[in-house]
């Protein structure tokens, strides 16, 4: 799995996290949409909120 750190002055597009993990666009969506259901991030306008960072992690733990 591809971890990456962007600062809050960063912005990334779909389009580009995609290429970065080697998917599609829509995968990537439909990841941040299955963790926004999960209560793990937050959308808003052009910003993905972490809001259970443990999770988050847990996740990463699972697929190494």
Partial sequence: MLLMAVGP???LTQQEM???AGTAREVVA?????????G?????????????????EEI???SS
Wanted: charged share 35%.
């Fill in 40 to 56: 793990h991030i937050r959308m808003e306008r052009h910003r993905i909120v972490v809001t259970n960072r443990k999770a988050l």
């Fill in 30 to 38: 439909r990841s941040l949409k299955t963790l926004e259901e999960q």
């Fill in 9 to 11: 002055n960063q912005h």
């Fill in 60 to 62: 990463v733990e699972e």
């Fill in 18 to 20: 995609a290429a970065m």
